[in-house]
C-alpha cells in the first residue's frame, strides 16, 4: 500500500458528462500528480500541485482542471466529457520537489 | 525535449536470462532519472533511480547504466523471474521544476 487513496476506483459516465476524481496524498507529503493512463499514451502528465499551488503543467486539457485543498487533498475535474477522454487516472504524490513518486491505485474511467 | 523515448515497447525473456530496457532523452536539464514497475491493476512503484553523477547503480539483481554523453540509460534485470513480469517504465525529471516524464513503457514477459 503506497499510502496514497484514489476514489472513486471505477467510474462509468456518458459523454458530455462533468465527473470529479478524488486524491488524498500520503502523510507529509505536499506535492501531488495526476498523470493519465491510456494503452497507447503511456503515462501523460497532466498537472502538479505543491501545498496548495499549481506548479507544473503538462498537456492537460482544458475541458480538464484541478485544484488542492488547505487539507492537501487534490480533486481532478473533467467536462464536457468525450470518449477518448476513457482511461486510467492516476494521482502521484512526493514529499515536496520531483523525486521519489507514490502512486495511487487509480481511477478507470469509462466514458459510454 | 521534454520527450522520453523508451525501447521496446515489449520483452520476452527465459528465466534466469538478462532484460534490458533502454530510455533516452534530450533535455539536459533532467536530474533524476528513475525506473518504475507497474502490475496490473496496481499504481507504478519506484524500483530504482540515479542521478546523472554516477554511471551506474546497483540494488540485488536490478541496475541502471547511466551514459550521460549519450543521453542515454538503461534498466538491466538480471537472473530474471516470472515474478518480474510487468510494465516498466522509464521516467525523468528536474528540480528547477516540478514535471515528472514518464516514457511509453515496456511490457515485460519472463517465461518459466
Known amino acids: 500500500d503506497s499510502g496514497v487513496t484514489q476514489t472513486p476506483k471505477h467510474l462509468i459516465t456518458a459523454t458530455g458528462q462533468r465527473v470529479t476524481l478524488r486524491c488524498s496524498p500520503r502523510s507529509g507529503d505536499l506535492s501531488v500528480y495526476w498523470y493519465q493512463q491510456s494503452l497507447d499514451q503511456g503515462l501523460q502528465f497532466l498537472i502538479q500541485y505543491y501545498n496548495g499551488e499549481e506548479r507544473a503543467k503538462g498537456n492537460i486539457l482544458e475541458r480538464f482542471s484541478a485544484q488542492q485543498f488547505p487539507d492537501l487533498h487534490s480533486e481532478l475535474n473533467l467536462s464536457s466529457l468525450e470518449l477518448g477522454d476513457s482511461a486510467l487516472y492516476f494521482c502521484?504524490?512526493?514529499?515536496?520537489?520531483?523525486?521519489?513518486?507514490?502512486f495511487g491505485s487509480g481511477t478507470q474511467l469509462s466514458v459510454l | 525535449q521534454q520527450q522520453v523515448k523508451q525501447s521496446p515497447q515489449s520483452l520476452i525473456v527465459q528465466k534466469g536470462g538478462i532484460s534490458i530496457i533502454n530510455c533516452a532523452y534530450e533535455?539536459?536539464?533532467?536530474?533524476?532519472f528513475p525506473w518504475y514497475q507497474q502490475f496490473p491493476g496496481k499504481g507504478p512503484a519506484l524500483l530504482i533511480a540515479i542521478r546523472p553523477d554516477v554511471s551506474e547503480k546497483k540494488e540485488g539483481r536490478f541496475t541502471i547504466s547511466f551514459n550521460k554523453s549519450a543521453k542515454q540509460f538503461s534498466l538491466h534485470i538480471m537472473d530474471s523471474q516470472p515474478g518480474d513480469s510487468a510494465t516498466y517504465f522509464c521516467?525523468?525529471?528536474?528540480?528547477?521544476?516540478?514535471?515528472?516524464?514518464f516514457g511509453t513503457g515496456t511490457r515485460l514477459k519472463v517465461l518459466a
Open positions: 502521484a504524490s512526493s514529499v515536496g520537489g520531483p523525486e521519489k513518486l507514490f
Open positions: 533535455n539536459t536539464a533532467f536530474d533524476y
Open positions: 521516467a525523468a525529471s528536474w528540480s528547477g521544476t516540478y514535471k515528472y516524464i
